[in-house]
Nanobody, 115 residues
Framework: QVQILESGGGLVQAGGSLRLSCTAF????????MGWYRQAPGKQRELVAG???????NYGDSVKGRFSISRESGKNTAYLQMNMLKPDDTAVYYC?????????WGQGTQVTVSS
C-alpha cells in the first residue's frame, strides 16, 4: 500500500512564493513518478507539474516559468517551488504518485493567493 503525505500550503500575497512537499511512502521498492495537480472551486482538476523516476519534468501551461518541480535524490519526495504567485493559482493542490500501474493521491493542501 502506498500513502501520500503533502505539506506546505498556506496563504500568500500575490507575487510571493510557497514550496509544497510531497512524500510517497509504504511498500515501495523503487522510485515512483510523482506529480502535482490542482483544483479550484468550480473548475476541473488540472496538471501543475510532474516528474518522472528519471527526473524528466513537465508543466501545465499556466505555470511554466513560475513553478519548478524537483525531487530529493534517492527518495520518493518531491517539491513544488511556486514563485510569482497569482490569485488565479488559488486552489487545493494534490500530489500523486504512480507505482506499478496504480495512481495514489494525497488529501490535498490549500494554497490561497491574495491580491
Amino acid at each position: 500500500q502506498v500513502q501520500i503525505l503533502e505539506s506546505g500550503g498556506g496563504l500568500v500575497q500575490a507575487g510571493g512564493s510557497l514550496r509544497l512537499s510531497c512524500t510517497a511512502f509504504g511498500t515501495i521498492y523503487s522510485r515512483v513518478e510523482m506529480g502535482w495537480y490542482r483544483q479550484a472551486p468550480g473548475k476541473q482538476r488540472e496538471l501543475v507539474a510532474g516528474i518522472g523516476s528519471g527526473g524528466i519534468t513537465n508543466y501545465g501551461d499556466s505555470v511554466k516559468g513560475r513553478f519548478s518541480i524537483s525531487r530529493e535524490s534517492g527518495k520518493n519526495t518531491a517539491y513544488l517551488q511556486m514563485n510569482m504567485l497569482k490569485p488565479d493559482d488559488t486552489a487545493v493542490y494534490y500530489c500523486n504518485a504512480r507505482y506499478t500501474g496504480s495512481l495514489y493521491w494525497g488529501q490535498g493542501t490549500q494554497v490561497t493567493v491574495s491580491s
